[in-house]
């Protein structure tokens, strides 16, 4: 029988460790809301030429800049941070804190490369995923196929059936009996 292995360790492993897909999805709604956020403030920036004192101000008015200010994925507030030179808008992440690792980091507008490689990495764990789910379907399919043709066996097992050349060729010499009496096995005559 013929056994057909997918060996992973064969592919080289993805870099990183992946957030939950959970995680990644709540990080990626938070980036969209914060997008939006971040719009909202370049256009009341034109308008007032400077930012606005919170993100409250956005929805007020006639005409809000956003309709609606809602929490993020994790039902905290969104904050503006403003700096001498620029500003950005943080959600804190699934912690609620400042800073944080992983899946309790800001996600911000000024580290769009950080969720960038986030996804990076998860992607590189699902393609690897792929490529050992599919080893493995191709494993078992040959196994299928050529299972009830040949069998394989061990190294030792296959040495011990397998005969050596000194088995199967004898050295000259070695059978002097046939020609003791001047004949070998071929020289006999014919019926009698």
Known sequence: MVTALFDEQLLDPPEGTPLPKEELDKRSAARA????????????????ETLPESLEVLTEGDEPLLRELRPDPWDHPYRLRVTEESFSVVSLGADGEEGGEGAARDVASDDWAHEDELKKVAKAHEDHAKKVDEG???????????????????????????PSRAD?????????????????????????
């Open 168 to 192: 199967l060729v004898k050295a000259k010499g070695a059978d002097d009996e046939d020609e003791e009496d001047g004949t070998d096995a071929f020289d006999l005559p014919i019926g009698g």
């Open 33 to 48: 809301s914060i997008e939006a956020v971040v719009d909202a403030i370049d256009r009341y920036k034109e308008e007032h």
């Open 136 to 162: 493995k379907a191709e494993a078992k399919k040959l196994m299928e196929r050529f299972a009830p043709w040949y069998y394989v066996i061990s190294d030792d097992s296959f040495k011990k059936l397998r």
